[in-house]
T-cell receptor, first 116, second 111 residues
Framework: EAGVVQSPRYKIIEKKQPVAFWCNPI?????LYWYLQNLGQGPELLIR????????DSQLPKDRFSAERLKGVDSTLKIQPAELGDSAVYLC??????????????FGAGSRLTVL | QKEVEQNSGPLSVPEGAIASLNCTYS??????FFWYRQYSGKSPELIMF????GDKEDGRFTAQLNKASQYVSLLIRDSQPSDSATYLC???????????FGSGTKLNVKP
């Protein structure tokens, strides 16, 4: 079974430029998450999708960040324009919705963004 | 106050010793608890999860949960240099799909 796939793995851009990250979750996982991880910190939720619906986007800076999950599978996270403080690792994760205690989060390899 | 708190470390233990990693959480409604290991430059990978009070063992790893004290721990027996990483504690809230992460504890296992 393929894991969570993210691209690109690395991206270097100049400030004010746009950037987009793509994520393909584990097949059958209906919940998809985008997390931001700064160096030395734990992952912080940006947005959570259940199927196509963004059910928790309270931490997404909507003035410059946007996300979509068309057809409830792949997702794209966009930043426009990027700022120096956006340099971080953007992690995508997925899980299978359910009431089981075994509902675990599986992460992709992450996309490391450097804004110059 | 963060939902999940961890000591950032670093925690240094000699090879072969027991490493003890701790975590507290603030939401009494949290249902399940997870330990992830994250090597430098890599993404978090699940070690184990626990949702019942008491201990859960998996190989060299034991997770302990005390819901009354809102405390979770991870014990690593016979620590190896390859265990050197940052360990992230996470809690899953009453909403089954919302996960909160601590900032991680860096573990160094010295040969």
């Amino acid at each position: 079974e393929a894991g969570v796939v993210q691209s690109p793995r690395y991206k270097i851009i100049e400030k004010k430029q746009p950037v987009a990250f793509w994520c393909n979750p584990i097949s059958g996982h209906n919940t998809l998450y985008w997390y931001l991880q700064n160096l030395g910190q734990g992952p912080e939720l940006l947005i959570r999708y259940e199927n196509e619906e963004a059910v928790d986007d309270s931490q997404l800076p909507k003035d410059r960040f946007s996300a979509e999950r068309l057809k409830g599978v792949d997702s794209t996270l966009k930043i426009q324009p990027a700022e120096l403080g956006d340099s971080a690792v953007y992690l995508c994760a997925s899980s299978l919705r359910g009431s089981s205690g075994a509902n675990v989060l599986t992460f992709g390899a992450g996309s490391r963004l450097t804004v110059l | 106050q963060k939902e999940v708190e961890q000591n950032s470390g670093p925690l240094s233990v000699p090879e072969g010793a027991i490493a003890s990693l701790n975590c507290t959480y603030s939401d009494r409604g949290s249902q399940s608890f997870f330990w992830y290991r994250q090597y430098s430059g890599k993404s978090p990978e699940l070690i184990m999860f626990i949702y019942s009070n008491g201990d859960k063992e998996d190989g060299r790893f034991t997770a302990q949960l005390n819901k009354a004290s809102q405390y979770v721990s991870l014990l690593i027996r016979d620590s190896q240099p390859s265990d050197s990483a940052t360990y992230l504690c996470a809690a899953r809230g009453y909403n089954f799909n919302k996960f909160y992460f601590g900032s991680g504890t860096k573990l160094n296992v010295k040969p």
